[in-house]
């Protein structure tokens, strides 16, 4: 069992605890699941006891959810994998963090998927990040100091939301326009990131433009009209997009 990641499951259906566990033997050599737990109150116990390299964690449970769970580790030195069935709260926070997550029913194939990508980036040295930014913006009370992580070739950053002025829609890709000048284009699209920042004052003003509302300075009235950001940059408003904008500033 050298080579092997040590992972626990915790899951209050007994039915799903069961299939993945199966599934982890069966599809995913490199985990070796040493115990599972039902509950909050157990799942805690059996990480203390077993110290997983890999958590699979069930996010609404009875009596308490994951991130109760996880506010009560001292230290997050696992990778975790979060398994839903929808929350659409926690697919957002978990989006934000880059976290890995299932969704149910599970998915074999998007099983062996994050299992790939957690021994990738344990071999990177990246262990637990992820999971440690998640924790940090569901203690942060203020929204804009919440961070994402942004996935790169060679690896990912890490920015606070209140460093983005503006994302710009290029294809598929996301491009970041950040407080210190700096751009970062992301593979992944403009969609993506809506959904995700939609509740930290972004507001989608073009089918192109995503703005930070923090960093309006001006707007420029017009079938449309313009808003100016704080760097300067000039975005359009689209007609379909008018009527909401303005309404955020009321």
Not at 206 to 212: C, F, G, M, V, Y
């Amino acid at each position: 069992m050298e080579n092997k990641l040590k992972a626990v499951i915790v899951d209050d259906e007994l039915a799903s605890r069961e299939t993945l566990a199966s599934y982890l033997k069966n599809y995913c050599p490199d985990i070796y699941l040493v115990a599972d737990a039902d509950s909050v109150k157990s799942g805690l116990e059996i990480i203390k006891k077993n110290k997983p390299d890999v958590v699979f964690l069930d996010i609404e449970m009875p009596y308490g959810n994951a991130f109760d769970l996880l506010e009560q580790v001292d230290n997050i030195d696992f990778d975790l994998v979060f398994v839903t069935a929808y929350s659409n709260y926690a697919i957002k926070a978990l989006n934000m963090s880059a976290s890995y997550y299932i969704l149910k029913p599970i998915s074999i194939d998007e099983l062996i998927h994050a299992v790939e990508k957690i021994k990738s980036e344990r071999n990177s040295g990246d262990i637990s990040i992820h999971s440690k930014i998640l924790i940090e913006n569901i203690q942060s009370v203020n929204k804009q100091n919440h961070k994402i992580v942004l996935p790169q070739l060679n690896g990912f950053d890490v920015i606070k939301v209140n460093d983005i002025i503006r994302c710009r829609a290029n294809d598929n890709f996301t491009e970041f326009y950040l407080t210190n000048g700096t751009r970062k284009l992301i593979s992944r699209t403009l969609k993506f990131y809506e959904d995700i920042l939609k509740d930290f004052d972004f507001v989608r003003v073009h089918k192109s433009h995503l703005i930070n509302l923090q960093y309006v300075t001006r707007y420029m009235k017009g079938k449309g009209g313009q808003v100016e950001m704080t760097d300067g940059s000039v975005v359009d408003v689209s007609v379909n997009q008018k009527a909401a904008f303005l309404e955020k500033f009321k």
